[in-house]
Nanobody, 123 residues
Framework: QVQLVESGGGLVQAGGSLRLSCAAS????????MGWYRQAPGKQREFVAS???????NYVDSVKGRFTISRDNAKNTVELQMNSLKPEDTAVYYC?????????????????WGQGTQVTVSS
């Protein structure tokens, strides 16, 4: 079974920075897309950023220029550097990945979620 474990959330003042990390483990053959989503209280989960194995990235407009996503393919990890944080960035942040494992046949990517990590930005 594949597990995604996030770390790095916490409480920070507006204008501050946090770095989220996510490590994937299990019988992993390959990971295509890794990304981050977030869900604020009373709102739907939304896409934040993603990075494919080749390194191309994508961001939601509201975080462009403030957040940077990166990954280490050898370690099966993805990080989200969040700068200039705003109160509206407050949410539970979830790691997401499309993983091909040795566990299933056919060997096609399946989508996995982490358990989430809380980010709170105070004004």
């Amino acid at each position: 079974q594949v597990q995604l474990v996030e770390s790095g959330g916490g409480l920070v003042q507006a204008g501050g920075s946090l770095r989220l990390s996510c490590a994937a483990s299990g019988s992993i053959l390959s990971i295509s897309t890794m990304g981050w989503y977030r869900q604020a209280p009373g709102k739907q989960r939304e896409f934040v950023a993603s990075v494919i194995s080749g390194g191309s990235t994508n961001y939601v407009d509201s975080v462009k220029g403030r957040f940077t996503i990166s990954r280490d393919n050898a370690k099966n990890t993805v990080e989200l550097q969040m700068n200039s944080l705003k109160p509206e960035d407050t949410a539970v942040y979830y790691c997401n990945a499309d993983v091909t494992t040795a566990q299933f046949i056919p060997r096609i990517p399946r989508n996995y979620w982490g358990q989430g990590t809380q980010v709170t930005v105070s004004s």
